[in-house]
């Protein structure tokens, strides 16, 4: 079993809307979480992280983590076509530093 | 401040040939990573170094070897390359002094093995 799981997509909504991104992974000694995100024929760039359970907040991106669940989740709010790219879910794996990436969610946002 | 450097941006080898793929990076970071990006597949871990002079095999380690040369610089070699080596390969560095670091990635090497 893949120790990241996220919905490769794509994930299509409207200008404007609110879109929903989601990871679940295996390692119930994961303490953190970060997203990346990677527009096409680019490397991943760093747009969130979250160490504790609930919600962080950074401008029109909410993060949330549910430890017991093993859930994690991005939103994106008032979502722009600029927005649309590949959503990278990375904890560290198998109880160490090392970030494990899921296969990544393809988001579009169209007009 | 250039963050993570990565050389050649683009590569076309033939079936056995070799190559190395250079890395530097200009953070201070003590960890640095490579990782290959196939369609479908995410991002694999390839090989880690988490401080200068250490090197560890990661989740797809086979037909590479790494060179951990200086705090700045890790490079990644293969030896006799083969198609199934066709992919887009990225560095990235990180500050594992502090707590769980987010990773800092170069723009990519991507290389075609015909």
């Known amino acids: 079993q893949k120790e990241v799981e996220q919905n490769s997509g794509p994930l299509s909504v409207p200008e404007g809307a609110i879109a929903s991104l989601n990871c679940t992974y295996s390692?119930?000694?994961?303490?953190?979480f970060f997203w990346y995100r990677q527009y096409s024929g680019k490397s991943p760039e760093l747009i969130m992280f979250i160490y504790s359970n609930g919600d962080k907040e950074d401008g029109r991106f909410t993060a949330q983590l549910n430890k017991a669940s093993q859930y994690v989740s991005l939103l994106i709010r008032d979502s722009q076509p600029s927005d649309s790219a590949t959503y990278l879910c990375?904890?560290?794996?198998?109880?160490?530093?090392?970030?494990?990436f899921g296969r990544g969610t393809s988001l579009i946002v169209h007009p | 401040n250039a963050g993570v450097t990565q050389t050649p941006k683009f590569q076309v080898l033939k079936t056995g040939q070799s190559m190395t793929l250079q890395c530097a990076q200009d953070?201070?970071?003590?960890?640095m990573y490579w990782y290959r990006q196939d369609p479908g597949m995410g991002l694999r871990l390839i090989y880690y170094?988490?401080?200068?002079?250490?090197?560890d095999k990661g989740e797809v380690p086979n037909g590479y070897n790494v060179s951990r040369l200086n705090k700045r610089e890790f490079s990644l070699r293969l030896e006799s390359a083969a198609p199934s080596q066709t992919s887009v390969y990225f560095c990235?560095?990180?500050?594992?002094?502090?707590?769980?670091?987010?990773?800092?990635f170069g723009n990519g090497t991507r290389l075609t093995v015909t």
């Open positions: 170094s988490a401080s200068e002079g250490t090197t």
């Open positions: 390692d119930r000694g994961s303490q953190s």
């Open positions: 953070m201070n970071h003590n960890s």
């Open positions: 990375a904890p560290p794996g198998g109880g160490s530093y090392i970030p494990t």
């Open positions: 990235a560095s990180s500050d594992l002094g502090q707590g769980t670091p987010p990773l800092h």
